[in-house]
């Protein structure tokens, strides 16, 4: 049987392999708990290269926590835009407001305080207490389950192993450095233990693996089949000016895309709208034209189907109004901007008007 695994030896890999990356504190400098806390947020659901130019804009634009609190919800969802997940930016400026309200603009170091502010889960409270404040607990995501799957050869499949991959790592966390033992876990998953072709004969933990030993490494973790997301469909409407501007209209401020801009659209459902019912959803009474074809987009939870509706009105009356070159001035989420890029493209003088049925102007989940 395998020793057990040495969290030193983590530890000493770490001090030796450690990502360079913006928001980590030099080697011996304590972590600003501001910087650990936005990288946290931002790294939910979105990958290191992704967070790290939208990371820096944020920094140089709110150096400080109390910048964010007292910035306009607008100007922090437009920074976050093309970042998705919406709600993390909305939660991000509640959360910056809190602490300054709630603990004078000092974020806490107990995770169970760390939970209570807004956007803040199990995983992101454990990773601001290590990281930022050494607090001795473990932060376990998928990187981390899936170096403990391998580690310990626990074949049990997630989601129901996650309790047992948590206690196995919360077993490892040393009572000295556990904010580095917390980056040096997510530095393995990410470079050496990958979800493919593990680079085990460079892991600091190569003797002590018991997937590795039997070779099975590559096989785990064991995921529970998921069942396939289901489908949605809505209907936009693509609501002309004849000084070209369209209208476009917010989303409440709850919710899926909360305080979005968006082109407006009947409510998603799982039953396909049929053209007449649609209409009674429209912002204006217009000569509606189908536009060949639908967009799809994925959400974490279901499929979406938008077809769009094109009409142009005579009238102006009250409400967000845009000339396409001026979409860029607001926070527009990728569904948004994929519907506006379509039914601009559709609507573009085109030498054959017939594109042939059932094209798709743009495909494949984000
Ligand atoms: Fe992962 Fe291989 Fe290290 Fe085991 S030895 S923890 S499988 S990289």
């Not at 926070?331 to 594109?355: F, G, I, K, M």
Request: with cysteine; proline share 10%.
């Amino acid at each position: 049987m395998a020793r057990r695994a040495d969290p030193a030896a983590l530890l000493a890999w770490y001090d030796r392999q450690r990502r360079d990356l913006p928001w980590r504190a030099p080697p011996g400098e304590r972590p600003d708990p501001y910087r650990v806390w936005l990288s946290e947020i931002m790294l939910q659901q979105t990958t290191v290269a992704t967070v790290a130019p939208y990371f820096d804009r944020f920094v140089a634009r709110f150096p400080s926590l109390r910048g964010l609190a007292a910035a306009s919800l607008d100007e922090v969802l437009h920074l976050w835009q093309g970042l998705g997940y919406y709600a993390r930016a909305r939660n991000l400026h509640s959360c910056a407001r809190a602490v300054v309200e709630r603990h004078a603009g000092h974020f806490p170091d107990d995770p169970r305080q760390l939970r209570l502010l807004p956007g803040i889960g199990e995983y992101t409270a454990a990773a601001i207490a290590a990281i930022a404040f050494d607090r001795r607990v473990a932060a376990v995501d998928g990187n981390v389950e899936r170096v403990m799957a391998r580690l310990f050869a626990e074949r049990a499949p997630l989601p129901a192993a996650k309790p047992r991959l948590k206690a196995l790592a919360a077993s490892l966390v040393p009572d000295e450095r556990a904010g580095d033992f917390a980056q040096g876990l997510m530095d393995l998953g990410a470079t050496v233990c990958t979800p493919r072709r593990p680079r085990c004969m460079l892991c600091p933990w190569r003797e002590n693996c018991a997937a590795a030993a039997i070779g099975i490494a590559e096989s785990l973790p064991v995921q529970a089949e998921r069942p396939e997301r289901p489908l949605r469909h809505g209907v936009a409407f693509w609501l002309a000016r004849a000084d070209g501007a369209v209208l476009l209209r917010r989303r409440p401020e709850r919710g899926l895309l909360g305080g979005m801009i968006e082109l407006p659209s009947t409510p998603w459902r799982a039953a396909p709208w049929v053209r007449e019912e649609a209409i009674e959803s429209a912002p204006a009474a217009a000569e509606w034209r189908h536009l060949p074809g639908a967009v799809q987009h994925g959400f974490t939870h279901f499929r979406l189907e938008m077809a769009v509706l094109a009409g142009t009105t005579a009238e102006s009356f009250p409400g967000l109004w845009a000339r396409p070159g001026e979409f860029k001035d607001y926070a527009l989420p990728t569904l948004t901007t994929r519907l506006v890029n379509y039914a601009r493209t559709a609507l573009e003088p085109h030498p054959d008007p017939s594109p042939p049925a059932g094209e798709e102007a743009d495909r494949g989940a984000r």
